[in-house]
């Protein structure tokens, strides 16, 4: 069994950054695929980011379109963790970002970016960007 917990969120005012990131517990990173994800109130989840390796340990990252060039997700091997740095943030990133691990050893660049291929799922932190 895997446990995400998310950590870093808080509040920040528009153009500032932020650092997330996502501890595993139970077990190591068994899966290969890391993905953020945020709901906003009122508004359904959308996809972040997401991050898979193969079984030769080449990382891939993925990027919905509107976080492209300010958000970059990483993975930290000495501490366990996938990291979302966010920079330059805008008041219509205030949500509730998840992370998410997917075990499968294969995803196509479109299966990232649906929550349906994501197994386990942490219980969120709250960004809020606000002057």
């Known amino acids: 069994q895997v446990q995400l917990v998310e950590s870093g969120g808080g509040l920040v005012q528009p153009g500032g950054s932020l650092r997330l990131s996502c501890a595993a517990s139970g077990r190591t990173f068994s899966g290969k695929l890391i993905g953020w994800f945020r709901q906003a109130p009122g508004k359904e989840r959308e996809f972040v980011a997401s991050?898979?390796?193969?079984?030769?340990?080449?990382?891939?990252?993925y990027y919905a379109d509107s976080m492209k060039g300010r958000f970059t997700i990483s993975r930290d091997n000495a501490k366990n963790t996938v990291n979302l740095q966010m920079n330059n943030m805008k008041p219509e990133d205030t949500a509730v970002y998840y992370c998410a691990l997917g075990q499968r050893t294969y995803y196509s660049t479109s299966e990232v970016r649906s929550g349906s291929n994501y197994e386990y799922w942490g219980q969120g932190t709250q960004v809020t960007v606000s002057s």
């Open positions: 991050i898979r390796w193969s079984t030769t340990n080449t990382y891939y990252t």
